[in-house]
């Protein structure tokens, strides 16, 4: 109420202390050229939720209301999938964020007729949503299941819509949406980047979900930076590291590590019908 | 073989071309009820142009339904019309005379059917229409050709294009004819046009005949591919369910089992609406229905192939989505009814003459052929759908909505009522071809030997 | 036709796709292409983002914020990486603050109750006149109550001498206290404050029905300490949750053990025993606390084989928990949900606090460890008020003896407050209840004048972390936007009250702002202090890292050894236990008039925007009901439907409701949805502490016969891992996969 509009750019914090949420290595610039990746660690995720809100918030997702939950219309772009092993007593609940796993292989991408998704030479699935003509063939295409299409335009009732990002679009209807890794957080980092001179830090783009994670189960990162902390945290857990799906050839950026569950007996291999009770 | 048609000139012009000048009581009731149902298709599709696809039964994870079974079905049909009057040209088979106008049209009709529905079933068809084009030359955006999406409107409109083509170089004849008897100078004046001068010279027959058989050569493999590449959208992807190299022969031969089938309906219809007693025969439609039974066998054999292969390559999700379509209960029923439908009931009574001749059973065993291969369409897209992966969290199923089942009844009242309105501005059947099969079958007396009074070209 | 022969129709084709080869050719590499418009660095115009510290008014946690703003309005919330609590990191509740400051159906003008009071019926007023009316009522008031939420700070000490100024009392209502922990932690730590629990170092914690990653005490503190725990540098962590319904975090742990209700402290014990009896632990940690309780003898009772029945844990299971939790020091036990929330809550508590006693963890890296006492002049420490004390009041007040005027902000006890306190009845007695909030709710709805606050993002304040991260932390509250309503803060309209009717008794400030600036000042000594409290808003508060106090030695406590819970009603006519339980999103039910977290699936159910039962696939079958099926629960004192989810982790004969919905005010998001199982509770209390035994109702069931399909985000029932293809792939982690 007494806040001039001096004392609120004093307030302010500086814009570039942002990006520092988490500790940053050296700038490596590697031969390979970027590709963003994510690596999940199921044996951090507790299945909390913060990142499935952090996304809806950060990339204008429409409110999924109870009709859309009931039609299976709900829209969100990364999801806790959540499976059951085992019955009372022994019985226990695994939890996985799935979101679009960026694959290097996307069969998503051969399927689309206009382009509108397309591999980028970041290694980002882009989704270009003003191209897009609504076929939904890419969803179909999909099989992680994690295109969302727009039955209907989206809408905020006043004054919600001020919570808007202005940096993401607000998808009409009759198109596909997904997760972009967050690309306008990429953008903005690069444009920054790119004004102070320099390469992008490691670890310097944090997407909204992995920023919120309480327990970094996501880490972001570009995982042909053999330099960065994901990437080595991936290739010192090679035992734990698997992509998900893996028989479809897909190539996903994303590498789960393997939830570490003491009493489990293990699963010899993925189409096993091993009851997992301890 | 099938006797030729037996009539007079003057009797097969006035036939022929009755009912092209003639307006029925039924046919203003008939075309009413049609268009009652194109209004309320019009009005689906309108509130979703308007308000989104949220009035159809899709939902994550099943993004396609009954407008892309619908879509495959109507291509389905589109196949047998040029098909049967392609190859019976070809092989000159005589009997083919009264039969290969209907079923062309009856080709383009399902065609144009067809089109309207992946469009309409895109969430915004305005630019569904003009970015399957390459138009953008500005900004380098080109379609991508590695889409199905992008094959099937190419192999499609090349398929409509020669269809018309071979249509339009059929009728010339016809139109001439129309030309030379409208009742009024308004149509003489279009048929003139549409005539392009045809006056029945010699060497306008030979054109005419030689572009005839160029064309049907032509179009059959454009056939073949069209249907092979409407398979592809569906094989090329990675769905278990789907992705099976099988795919376009099997959806080929069941396009063709679907369209003979209607041909032989349509044909069964023209016959008591058109007065066409005397020149769609008995004969005729047990020629279609002994070529039936040799196609629903193949079409049979395929898709046992394609169960089969599912099952040598024990691929679990792929075994496990037979196992939905040939087990689990709502899907259990489908199958059942469409092997039923499609062969089990048909193709043993097609094995007698006396039902191969008869009419009435003619009528209801294509009927239900076709009720046998549109629930075919709907097993191969979308139980695929509804559990694509191991990630059976978002496994969901799909229900179609009321909006879907206007928009598919609609389908049907589309190509009905154009192929009525064609055969009110064009003979249904080809007149000149059939008195050419007439001429060709009249025998004249030349000294003591009995030879044919026209040899063929 | 004759001017296109074949020879020239071949040549012209050959021309045209040499022609076509040479330009695709010649043509630059980018010609060819796809230029998306997503990606255009140097075109696109970033909007001119600030970036404003404060502190996230959603849970009670205080974790810090940033929240970007541009051209004045809020975008995102985000973790403040630099605050020690929530170290950059947010859970779903904070996430969704931006949501309920543009939420539709704010509270935008002051209003005066025209009907019955709880009939939903006010006529809008200008705020001078809603304030006259407020000032007359307090001239003449004799006696004032305030009762709010677990608030803190500058706002809590203004809240608190206010009260007294104007001869009332200050109560904090929190929907499912934490007062019986607290007082564990005094009686079993003799600490003043919550203990920091040492999660990232620890190699075992075994809790007692503390949801501590979902909504126990401070979850994205925790939360972060648990990333660490498991997969940080040292000793993967072993969790192993006790308790009667699996929470989220009886979901993540490594040994989920059921118990039956409210016994809890009786399998401590024996775990106590097995620990003293097989030597697990040195001696010399245990004997003087054991000793305490009644020494060794006393422990014997509880052996394995005497508890097992009764706590329905099998020996082995016992003796196994126990040398796992033994061998893997440092560790830690705690209590909290359920296991406090029996009629012998404190005990079990207690009995939790032996076993820290005995592995030696109290006060060690990896174990619980001390948090400084507050410089209490500045901010004081707001201890919620119990739920006998809050219930005891209100029967005072219904034996007409009420205050004469009642302020109520941010808190919902009307709510919370089982129907059997007739609490709402209570609030009826006294003459004139004042409710201050930024949305409607049951208690606002019961007021006779609502007024509406502004936001946590438009207003001043501070806030103290409860428990601390082992550091004297100040978290600051800035505006962020401008209010977006009419709406004035409640340290305003108090002060304001304040200095126009009590100005002898009025403190300096004029303005939560100057107050919150004037404490910084005495808490924050020393240097250019304009300099400091830029530096303090920029930076969302201040901490200190110098501060190591010690628990206090030889705290004076005792378990009841054989205390048995006492539940509602005896198990024949009621059979079930009610377990009520906080979802990850709704919590106690104050945030659910906002729809991204009614949308936020509950991880166990996946359920979102309803009411749901959790059941054991028996417990179903016996009530021959399924998935979706609505059944009407029924205690002593209500009853209330929800749906049917059928969970393979519920137990035979436990029902787990969650808390939250069943809200007649609140906007279009929060009305009319769902049940509330908070009211059909029995209003027992726990002995030694007064906190609400919210887990000692017992209920029955009976099928209503409707079906309504269950708003889950899973879409088959009961999605498996175990089945078709495993996509949770899980390794046992045996031999060294650390580097
Ligand atoms: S996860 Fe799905 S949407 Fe994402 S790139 Fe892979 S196939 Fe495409
Ligand atoms: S829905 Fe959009 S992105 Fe997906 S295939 Fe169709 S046009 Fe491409
Ligand atoms: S990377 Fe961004 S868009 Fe993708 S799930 Fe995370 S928050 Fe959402
Ligand atoms: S925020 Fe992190 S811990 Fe929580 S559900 Fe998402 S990935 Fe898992
Ligand atoms: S003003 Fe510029 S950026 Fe905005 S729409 Fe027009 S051309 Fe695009």
Redesign the pocket.
Known sequence: MSSSANEAAARASAVSEMGRTIPTDAEVPHPEGVRWGMVVDLD?????????VACQAENNIALNEEQRVLERRAKTWIR?ERYWEGEFPNAKAR?I?VLCQHCGNAPCETVCPVWATYHNNEGLNVQVYNRCIGTRFCANGCPYSVRYFNFWNPEWPEPMNNQLNPDVTVRTKGIIEKCTFCVQRINRVQVTAKTEGREIRSGEVQPA?AQ????S??VFCDINDPESAPAQLAEAEAGRSYTLLEHFGTDPGIIYLKKVDPHAEIHEDEHAHAGAHA | MQEPVVADTKTSNRELLDFVFAWPAWFFAVGGALNGLLVAAFVVVILMLMFGLQFLGYSHPVYWGFLIVNFVFWIGVSHAGIMVSAILRLTQAEWRRPVTRAAEVLTIFSLLTAVQFPLIHSGRPWRTMYWTFPYDWNRGAWPNPRSPLVWDPSAIFTYLTSTILFVYVALLPDLALARDRAPNPVSRAIYGVLAMGFRGTTRQWRIQTVAGLLLSAIILPIFVSVHSIVSWDFAVTSVPGWHNTIFAPYFVIGAVHSGVSAVVTVMIVMRYAFGLKRFITRDHIDSLARLLIVVATVWLFFFLLDFFFGLYGTEPAEVDTWQRRLVEPPWVVIAITFIICAYIIPVPMWMFRAIRRNFFWMFVTTILVNVGMWLERYMVVVPALERKSGLTFTYGDYAPSLSEFILVAASFALVILGFLTFSKLLPIMPAADIKEGQILADRIRVGRANVPAAMRE | MSGLGRRRFLVGSAALAGGATVVACAAPERESQVQSFVLQPELSLPGQELWFATTCAHSSCGNSVVVRTIDGRAKKVEGNPAFPVNQGKLNVRSQAGVQSLYHPDRLTVPKRRRGLRGANEFEDLEWPAGLDLLTEKMSEARSVVVITGPISGTRARIARDFATAFGGEHLVYETLESTVWRKTVQDGLGARRLPYLDIANAHSILSFGADFLSTWVSPTQY?VGYGEFRQGHGERGRLIQVEPRMSLTGANADSWVYVHPGQEGALALSIAQVIAAEGLAPPDNWFNVVSEVGGLDALNAYAPDRVSQRTGVPVERIQEIAREFASHQPGFAIAGGPALASTNGLDNGLAAMLLNHMVGSVGQPGGLLPNPNLRSTVTPPTEPTSFADLAGRGNTWLEDDPPDVAIVFEADPVYGMPQATRFADALGKIPFVVGIGTIMSETLGHSDLVLPSTHAFEEWGDYVPDPAPRQHVVGLQQPVVRPTTSGRSFGDILLTLWHDLRPNLAPPWETMRDAVRANAAEVFRGGDFEERWVDLLKNGGGWNDDWAPEFRAAPDWHVNLLAEPAFSDNGVEFPLHLIPFEGVALGGGDETANPWLQATPDPISTATWTTWVEMNPSTAAALNVSRGDVVRIETAHGEFEAGVYISPAAAPGVLGVPVGQGHAFGGRWREDRGSNVLASLAPLTVAGSGGLAWAATRARVRPTGDYRQLPTIEVLPNARNDVEEVIVQVTNGNGDHHK
């Open positions: 951090r995720c507790t299945g909390c939720q913060a990142c499935v806790i939890f964020p979900c919120s994670c309480p327990t189960a996501l | 939360g």
